[in-house]
């Protein structure tokens, strides 16, 4: 987590920054969304009440590059989207990752990766990373 350096298109003081190496597959993982208030344990995912969109503020230094979002769950397959793309260069822009078509039910994923640069092999690229969310359909 670092300083936001471009507030310009998305006002939080910090984000996510993640730079990639050489390897094919770079990847963001994390166990969860949120915690539930007893607990203060990740929940798993709530399709029905929650939506089946994770949409994700993105800023990369190029368009056309592929951002994978997959979800991995407990006892069940994973669920992987791999052709949405950066559509802007030096601007923050919201990707949208739309699960319903997929087939997720309530209750088995709770992590979720994103795969940056997805298939590329260039070192050092900075992307930013900030406001994961899921929401209904729109």
Not at 4 to 15: A, F, I, L, Q, Y
Not at 33 to 53: A, K, P, R
Not at 79 to 92: D, G, L, Q, R, Y
């Amino acid at each position: 987590v670092v300083a936001n350096p471009v507030k310009d298109g998305n006002t939080s003081t910090s984000v996510g920054k993640y730079t990639t190496a050489e390897a094919e597959w770079d990847f963001v993982w994390t166990t969860g969304f949120g915690v539930t208030e007893d607990s203060q344990e990740f929940e798993f995912l709530d399709f029905t009440n929650d939506g089946y969109i994770i949409k994700v503020d993105v800023y990369a230094p190029v368009a056309d590059m592929p951002i994978y979002c997959k979800l991995e769950g407990v006892e069940v397959d994973a669920k992987e989207i791999s052709n949405v793309k950066t559509t802007k260069a030096n601007e923050w822009e919201t990707l949208e990752f739309d699960f319903e078509p997929m087939g997720v039910v309530d209750g088995a994923y709770k992590n979720f990766v994103f795969c940056v640069d997805a298939g590329g092999t260039t070192a050092g690229t900075e992307v930013y990373l900030d406001n994961v969310r899921q929401v209904a359909g729109e």
